[in-house]
Nanobody, 123 residues
Framework: QLQLVESGGGSVQPGGSLRLSCAAS????????IGWFRQAPGKEREGVSC????????NYADSVKGRFTISRDNANKTVYLQMDSLKPEDTAVYYC????????????????WGQGTQVTVSS
């Protein structure tokens, strides 16, 4: 059974960068579409970016387009989220999750959730 573990969160100032990692175990990563999601206090979990099995297709939430980049290394069973030009409104717990099909980047399409990693953007 696929298990996902996020890492790379932390505290940064506005304008800074972080790279999140989502490491997979228990199954072959390239069987799955992987998505990054986030949940801020008092808000619903939302899709940030998703990537197809081969990495050939990606999508991004409008709020992160041009600032975040998703990528994957199937050989090393890891998916990354490079986050640049971070803003205070990016503060949230970030989760990765898996899906069988690359369709909508929404929580209802995904399962096998990781435990999350906290990202705090503050001056």
């Amino acid at each position: 059974q696929l298990q996902l573990v996020e890492s790379g969160g932390g505290s940064v100032q506005p304008g800074g960068s972080l790279r999140l990692s989502c490491a997979a175990s228990g199954s072959t990563l390239d069987y799955y579409t992987i998505g990054w999601f986030r949940q801020a206090p008092g808000k619903e979990r939302e899709g940030v970016s998703c990537i197809s099995r081969s990495g050939g297709s990606t999508n991004y939430a409008d709020s992160v387009k041009g600032r975040f980049t998703i990528s994957r290394d199937n050989a090393n069973k890891t998916v990354y989220l490079q986050m640049d030009s971070l803003k205070p409104e990016d503060t949230a717990v970030y989760y990765c999750a898996a899906a069988m099909l690359f369709r909508l980047c929404v929580t209802s399409e995904y399962d096998s959730w990781g435990q999350g990693t906290q990202v705090t953007v503050s001056s």
